[in-house]
């Protein structure tokens, strides 16, 4: 049953990447499920991911398609292409085929208040999808990962696998400034590197606004930001290498040899890796990821990534489909913490992380099934 129900995705997934190439805006819909509510047009959950540039959040539409289906419910799933206005016209078009529950994860977490605004204000129930969606009423549910613990995790590796002495030199990345989230990993690092940092063990080689709060151990969020503004990767790979190639270019010897990066996920983590393995003045580099893509791991098992941080994105998808199975069967939702999103204490469902290595990716992530071997042997 569950061969036949992957292949079923596969091929789901298949046709809807097809459905991509035309246009910029991915779309798949999966009506087989339908559950005898509304007619063959309308659709019950209506799902909204960033983009499919990045394998992480194709995964998670493969989850989502899978899990809805069992349920027996419609849904879509649309991709925004890290545009806010296609994001804006991807709920619209969503609430027009009358959906009853969104989940979604926003490219521009302030941004999206006005397309959730609009569903909220048809009656939808809106659960924000690993993203907190900020600055806005309009949101009932939050489903995530902890992500302090994601970025208190990275910062956790670098010092336990330091060079030795003091004076080490640390490259700070960060996700991008539109995603709540890239503050809450930067915050989670800050907390247990700050120390390190204000001692003397670490010194900040590629940010002057990090130097200048190195003695702060709780950072406001304009203090992030000024941070963020120098060292963002904008969750893009292209921007994370060509901004560690200008700092490899501004820094001499003294800030270079045995160093520790933080790298905010996998993608930027092996663009940002790229470009220290091609500079001659590294002699070693320890880097941080997150998200356990394939070639990531791959990345470990060669030793050209340190770790990454494995968010069991199957958990995240099964949380919010259970979540939206209650809201559709009118049963309690079950939340375990509040995240404030600016305007209101938001009721979330939070999921733990697991911290991966060469030391234990294979049975984390590949003898679990996570990752299939023929997916790892493929991406060698
Ligand atoms: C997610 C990460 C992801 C990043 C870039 C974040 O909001 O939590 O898992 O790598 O966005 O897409």
């Given amino acids: 049953m ?13 046709v809807s990447m097809l459905a991509g190439c035309g246009g910029n805006n991915a779309t798949t819909s999966n009506d087989s499920g339908n559950s005898g509510q509304g007619s063959s047009k309308n659709i019950q959950v209506g799902i ?21 289906q ?30 009853k529950v969104l989940i979604i994860c926003a490219h521009d977490a302030a941004a999206a208040g006005a397309a959730v605004e609009e569903a909220k204000a048809k009656g939808i129930t809106v659960i924000c999808y690993d993203r907190l969606i900020t600055d806005t009423d309009a949101v009932d549910y939050y489903v995530t990962f902890d992500s302090v613990a994601v970025g208190e ?8 696998n330091k060079p030795d002495g003091t004076g080490i030199p640390l490259y700070l990345y960060a996700g991008a400034a539109t995603d709540n989230n890239a503050f809450i990993f930067f915050e989670g690092a800050w907390n247990v590197l700050q120390p390190y940092i204000a001692d ?25 930001s000024s941070i963020l503004g120098q060292v963002t990767t904008d969750w893009d790979f292209n921007v994370a290498k060509s901004k560690a190639e200008a700092h490899l270019t501004a820094n001499g010897d003294d800030l270079k040899g045995d160093v520790s990066i933080l790298a905010p996920n996998d993608g930027t983590a092996r663009a ?38 494995f968010k069991n994105t199957n958990t995240l998808a099964y949380d919010s489909v259970q979540m939206a199975t209650a809201i559709l069967n009118g049963s309690d939702v079950s939340t375990d913490t509040t995240y ?22 294979q049975s984390v992530l590949i003898d679990s099934g996570y990752i299939s071997q023929a997916d790892f042997d493929a991406a060698q």
């Fill in 48 to 68: 909204v991911l960033p983009t499919k540039d990045e394998p992480r959040w194709l995964q998670d539409q493969k989850q989502f398609e899978s899990l809805l």
């Fill in 153 to 160: 995790a990275q910062g956790q590796y670098l010092i336990d």
């Fill in 200 to 224: 003397g063990t670490f010194v900040i080689a590629n940010s002057t606004e990090a130097e200048a709060l190195k003695d702060k151990a709780e950072l406001t969020y304009d203090e992030k």
């Fill in 272 to 309: 940002i890796a790229d470009a220290f393995s091609a500079d001659s003045a590294i002699s070693s580099y320890t880097i941080t990821g997150q998200d356990a893509e394939v070639a990531s791991v791959v990345y470990i098992k060669d030793g050209k990534q340190s770790m990454t941080v």
């Fill in 340 to 361: 404030n999103n600016g305007n209101k204490d938001v009721p979330s469902k939070q999921t733990p992380i697991t911290v991966v290595t060469k030391d234990n990716f």
């Fill in 70 to 99: 069992d349920a027996g419910f419609t849904s879509q799933v649309l991709f925004s292409q890290g545009s806010s206005s296609t994001e804006k016209t991807n709920v619209e078009s969503l609430i027009a085929k009358d959906i």
């Fill in 2 to 14: 569950k061969k036949v129900l992957s292949i079923l995705f596969s091929a789901v997934l298949a």
